[in-house]
């Protein structure tokens, strides 16, 4: 079964700096999407990013980028120019091409962003 | 820009009684799910549910559960006879067809808080 792993329950930045948000996955899949989803205290799933498993090419929304490294399973997030609103839970999830259509969320990692 | 609803936002029940969740997806989707998260505890899935049946259900989606598509806009999430252990937020979901644009990506609803006392 495909599992999900972020191994930072919380984390912390600074108004405008650069923070990076990991996330490991487990598959024996070759093709696949990965998602961050971000969760504010309203508790709404917010879409931040998507990758699909196929394009090498790493993607980006705005101050969002990813590191996408399928040998290593990993994909981190990467938020630039932290702002306030920002401060979330975040959320990576899996989810395989084809067949089942679930969604394989992590943890999450909690982001606390200081004025 | 279009967006997944539900209502209610909050619900209180008594343990035992009935609750019907509802959902309307985003117009033009296909592909609709339930996704529920304990307090404090990660996102699971429930249930999927594409051309008026049920495509995959996760071990936590048993006979205490149903859903329905009633009429061309909503998707509901019926929990017969709630426990205690049903309290948590019920997230409702919808994708559009794999040839479109961004037609892999399940948008989520604001979700409805359940609370089984």
């Known amino acids: 079964a495909q599992t999900v792993t972020q191994s930072q329950p919380e984390m912390s930045v600074q108004e405008a700096e650069t923070v990076t948000l990991s996330c490991t996955y487990d598959?024996?899949?070759?093709?696949?999407?990965l998602f961050w989803y971000k969760q504010p205290p309203s508790r709404q799933m917010i879409l931040v990013i998507r990758?699909?498993?196929?394009?090498?090419q790493n993607a980006t929304e705005n101050r969002f980028s990813v590191n996408f490294q399928k040998a290593a399973k990993s994909f981190s997030l990467k938020i630039s120019d932290s702002q306030l609103g920002d401060a979330a839970m975040y959320f990576c999830a899996y989810r395989r091409q084809g067949g089942s259509e679930k969604l394989v969320f992590g943890k999450g990692t909690k982001l606390t962003v200081n004025p | 820009e279009p967006e997944v609803t539900q209502t209610p936002s909050h619900q209180v029940t008594q343990m035992g009684q009935e609750v019907i969740l509802r959902c309307v997806p985003i117009s033009n989707h296909l592909y609709f799910y339930w996704y529920r998260q304990i307090l404090g505890q990660k996102v699971e899935f429930l249930v999927s549910f594409y051309n008026n049946e049920i495509s995959e259900k996760s071990e936590i989606f048993d006979d205490q559960f149903s859903v329905e598509r009633p009429d061309g806009s909503n998707f509901t999430l019926k929990i017969r006879s709630t426990k205690l252990e049903d309290s948590a937020m019920y997230f409702c979901a919808s994708r559009g067809d794999r040839g479109t644009r961004w037609g892999e990506t399940q948008y989520f609803g604001p979700g409805t808080r359940l609370l089984v006392l």
């Open positions: 598959t024996s899949e070759s093709d696949y999407y």
């Open positions: 990758q699909e498993a196929y394009k090498q």
